[in-house]
């Protein structure tokens, strides 16, 4: 995270006003987030765990991110193998950074991302819903047509917070599939969030380029998200550190061989 300004104007913003509270704080915590340029990794998860790691907001991030993009504050962007960039529009207008860094995220954006602007699954859930459970069969043929061109996707109870999985999950293999298993396990969208932020970055993951990524349908077929967090090894510790957890063993065995 980085020092960043918010100006006066920013609390008097008509645009800002309308953010829900929740929004108003993504958009504040997104200038420390991002980088010298106004660029940041969009990974709901990771944007989570940055910005609200202490808190639950109200809305889903990827949610928030509508607002934010509805009112022109951030522009998506998507870039290989399907992740996901932003940028902080009039980032530089409004920041001045001493001794800025290049971006290293900003040749990462190929094409600006339309769909969150087009899925329905993105906004908010009472949104996706409104007008659908009185829909006739015109209504589905439409919805069903829609499904064909590509300008939105199904919609049900549970879509938003899939979404946010598969947009965050790093590995995009086999969405029918994980969608199937998603609605079977009915996971709790924070705990995974939660899950992902650490497994994302783990050894598992990274090493050999993701090759032990899990399947997403494998990930919620096993319930991943209640993996526990791998403890640091013996062999990671300095040998300060190993010297000191040595003494302090030893100091505990006398300890109990004294009947202490």
């Known amino acids: 995270m980085r020092i960043r300004t918010v100006k006066p104007e920013f609390w008097i913003d008509e645009d800002i006003a309308s953010l829900s509270e929740s929004a108003c704080l993504l958009a504040i915590g997104l200038l420390n987030y991002s980088d010298d340029e106004g660029y940041f990794n969009a990974n709901p998860a990771l944007i989570k765990a940055a910005i609200f790691p202490l808190r639950e907001p109200s809305k889903t991030v990827p949610s928030l991110m509508q607002e934010l993009i509805h009112i022109g504050y951030i522009t998506l962007y998507q870039g290989e193998q399907g992740r996901q960039y932003g940028y902080v529009n009039n980032f530089n207008k409004h920041q001045r950074v001493d001794k800025p860094k290049p971006s290293a995220i900003k040749d990462l954006c190929n094409q600006q991302d339309e769909s969150t602007t087009i899925l329905g699954t993105i906004q908010d859930e009472s949104k996706n819903n409104l007008g659908r459970i009185n829909a006739g069969k015109e209504g589905k043929g439409k919805e069903r047509e829609g499904e064909r061109k590509g300008t939105y996707t199904r919609t049900s109870a549970l879509d938003d917070g899939f979404e946010s999985f598969w947009q965050?999950?790093?590995?995009?293999?086999?969405?029918?599939?994980?969608?199937?298993?998603?609605?079977?396990?009915?996971?709790?969208?924070?705990?995974?969030?939660?899950?992902?932020?650490?497994?994302?970055?783990?050894?598992?993951?990274?090493?050999?380029?993701?090759?032990?990524?899990?399947?997403?349908?494998?990930?919620?077929n096993q319930e991943r998200w209640t993996d526990e967090p791998p403890k640091i090894a013996m062999t990671k510790l300095t040998k300060f550190g190993q010297r000191a957890l040595a003494v302090g063993e030893a100091w505990l065995a006398n300890g109990e061989s004294n009947g202490q």
Request: cysteine-free; charged content about 25%.
């Open 168 to 220: 965050a999950y790093p590995k995009k293999t086999g969405k029918g599939a994980a969608r199937k298993a998603w609605e079977k396990a009915r996971p709790d969208i924070q705990q995974v969030q939660a899950a992902l932020s650490w497994q994302i970055e783990s050894e598992a993951w990274t090493k050999e380029h993701g090759q032990f990524i899990p399947n997403p349908a494998t990930y919620i």
